[in-house]
């Protein structure tokens, strides 16, 4: 499965992350530098087993985690109408 952003999604690169704007509603969400970097991921074409595993490289210890984390942000962009699968 590919993800994607819908096309009246708009993402803007900021100091700290990014910033997804959902133009047909109006309303935003940021996501810090690690939010950030599992949506570049994810929209380069990654699964989110990927990002969690290049996510927790330096520590893989904690791979469990963030794999739990990308699925948690997965689901929430996917359920705030952010991200599609394609």
Same mark, same amino acid.
């Given at each position: 499965?590919?993800?994607?952003?819908?096309?009246?999604?708009?993402?803007?690169?900021?100091?700290?992350?990014?910033?997804?704007?959902?133009?047909?509603?109006?309303? @935003?969400?940021?996501?810090?530098?690690?939010?950030?970097?599992? #949506?570049?991921?994810? !929209?380069? &074409?990654?699964?989110?087993?990927? *990002?969690?595993?290049?996510?927790?490289?330096?520590?893989?210890? @904690?791979?469990?985690?963030?794999?739990?984390?990308?699925?948690? #942000?997965?689901?929430? !962009?996917? &359920?705030?109408?952010?991200?599609? *699968?394609?």
């Amino acid at each position: 499965m590919t993800l994607a952003l819908p096309r009246e999604v708009i993402l803007t690169e900021t100091e700290s992350g990014v910033v997804l704007l959902n133009e047909k509603d109006g309303r @935003f969400w940021r996501l810090n530098g690690s939010g950030a970097t599992v #949506l570049r991921l994810l !929209l380069d &074409g990654s699964t989110p087993q990927e *990002a969690a595993e290049r996510l927790s490289a330096a520590s893989p210890q @904690f791979l469990g985690r963030a794999t739990a984390d990308v699925h948690g #942000l997965v689901d929430a !962009l996917r &359920g705030a109408g952010l991200l599609v *699968a394609r």
